[in-house]
């Protein structure tokens, strides 16, 4: 790799102050799987890397009465193996138990996922259906991002020069919430989404009526698409398999797919089809508790 | 250079290092470990495997800077000088590798399942292994292997401790490396 300076702030403002001296000749480090491959790739050309792992909020995760804040450098393994966050979060644990094997989900992050930006990130479409909110600190101060506004392109996202993502914040879910993530793959592990989906329902008390529905679609567009429609039409409806039939098939239409070397446009817009029926099922089972 | 101190194997380490330098050319170059193995640099063949801080970790996406202040442990850490580890001696004896590159990972990743999950299944030692790739074997030679290691150690530390395996599979979860060496060594002892 190209000589850089190695950065260790112990605060927010510390980090902010490093990303800001070096600009764009400086990155974040949180977890590495995707940095250190991408910099020896040679897409960076940086003076220093900033591991933003020695700030306490970037390595926290708080599960309080108003929900879940996860700092943005925690790896995968410790959200999934929290018991409290897998029984509430359930789309969290889908994404975070499946990027990678063991040795990346030792180190890889949910903020780190989000922040690389890729269009067929496993975790950000899950935290768009938990409501999900990227929390991000740079030389102006603090803003919050809703994570189905933060990608802007493949790659691209938020993000101005000198900030980076501290925490992403997470609203309790209610007790009739349910939440699931599926991926195809032609692997059965370690591979990149040909499609992902995400959904969550939140049900009526007695579990028959959707009250709630978010839809998100990975893998099919240049950034992880937040299906617009397809949620909001499920509002109201009947928890059945019309209903989730019906849904699918808006989100299919949401999908806008490229073929490339890990699939076609009509293979990705059938698995949009398909998982979204699954991962709507799943959520609804979920939400009534089986 | 960034100034490390860590703690290798047991032995206490100290170092400077470049900053981009990855942890794997650390380990290789600075420390003159050889054991793990540099494969894809991608983090998708877990040559590199090493454990750092009680997790399974490629090295190759880790700075060594990184480590100032862990502990790690290579495919060097496994054995004693008297015996090998129960994962290395079952490899030999179910012949669970053909070139070799593979194998100081395998046997890494694997130990570190062995010793949070001494009874794991099949299925479940496929998945955690799932980022360990071998060209040669097919797997399903490692896994028998990892599974005669599992069998391995339950039996000696039963007839060692002389208790029911509930404590035993507690006392080998314990992140002391003691525990592993100890079965290792009767491991090989009753061959």
Redesign the interface.
């Known amino acids: 790799m190209h000589p850089f300076a190695y950065v260790e702030p112990k605060t927010v403002k510390e980090a902010v102050a490093a990303l800001s001296k070096y600009g764009d000749k400086a990155r974040p480090l949180a977890g590495g799987t995707d940095l250190l491959v991408q910099t020896r790739a040679g897409r960076f050309n940086l003076d220093a890397v900033v591991n933003l792992k020695k700030i306490p909020e970037l390595m926290s995760v708080k599960l309080d009465a108003n929900g879940l804040e996860v700092g943005a450098a925690v790896p995968c393994y410790r959200v999934y193996e929290d018991p409290k966050v897998s029984a509430a979060f359930p789309g969290l644990i889908d994404a975070a138990s499946l990027i990678g094997g063991i040795q990346i989900q030792s180190r890889a992050s949910m903020g780190g996922n989000l922040c690389n930006s890729s269009p067929s990130a496993d975790a950000t479409c899950p935290m768009i259906v938990h409501n999900g909110v990227a929390v991000i600190a740079g030389p102006k101060g603090t803003r919050k991002v809703a994570i189905e506004e933060f990608c802007t392109g493949p790659g691209k996202n938020a993000l101005a020069a000198g900030e980076f993502v501290v925490t992403l914040q997470f609203p309790k879910p209610s007790p009739t919430f349910g939440a699931a993530y599926e991926r195809f793959i032609p692997r059965n592990e370690m591979d990149i989404a040909v499609v992902g989906v995400a959904s969550s329902v939140t049900l009526d008390a007695a579990g028959k009526t959707i009250k709630n529905a978010r839809i998100a679609l990975a893998a099919v567009g240049p950034i992880p698409i937040y299906a617009v429609a397809a949620s909001e039409w499920l509002k109201g409806k009947p928890a059945n398999e019309a209903s989730i039939a019906q849904a699918a098939a808006m989100a299919k239409a949401a999908a806008r797919p490229i073929t490339d070397m890990r699939g076609t446009i009509e293979q990705r817009k059938h698995l949009v089809e398909v998982l979204a029926r699954r991962t709507l099922t799943k959520a609804i089972e979920r939400a009534r508790g089986k | 250079m960034?100034h490390v101190k860590t703690t290798i194997n047991g032995q206490p380490a100290e170092f400077l290092v470049?900053?981009?330098?990855?942890l794997l050319d650390t380990i290789r170059e600075v420390v003159g470990l050889t054991g793990a193995k540099e494969g894809c640099?991608?983090?998708?063949c877990?040559a590199c495997?090493v454990i750092?801080n009680g997790?399974?970790?490629?090295s190759?996406?880790?700075?060594g800077?990184?480590a100032n202040g862990g502990e790690i442990t290579t495919v060097e850490g496994l054995a004693t000088p008297d015996a090998l580890h129960p994962l290395q001696q079952a490899f030999l004896e179910e012949a669970a590798l053909q070139c070799g590159i593979c194998t100081p990972g395998f046997l890494v990743?694997a130990a570190a399942l062995l010793k949070r999950e001494p009874k794991a299944n099949e299925q479940r030692i496929r998945?955690?292994l799932?980022?360990?790739l071998c060209r040669c074997t097919g797997y399903d030679k490692i896994v028998r292997a990892v599974i005669k290691a599992e069998d391995m150690s339950s039996q000696l530390s039963k007839s060692k401790a002389k208790v029911a395996a509930k404590p035993t599979a507690k006392s080998s979860a314990s992140p002391k490396a003691s525990s592993v060496r100890s079965s290792g060594r009767s491991g090989s002892g009753r061959k």
């Not at chain 2, 470049?18 to 990855?22: G, V």
């Not at chain 2, 640099?41 to 998708?44: A, F, P, S, V």
């Not at chain 2, 997790?55 to 490629?58: K, L, S, T």
């Open positions: 960034v470049p900053a981009y330098l990855s640099l991608d983090g998708n877990g495997t750092l997790r399974i970790v490629d190759c996406l880790v700075l800077a990184e990743s998945h955690w799932a980022g360990n």
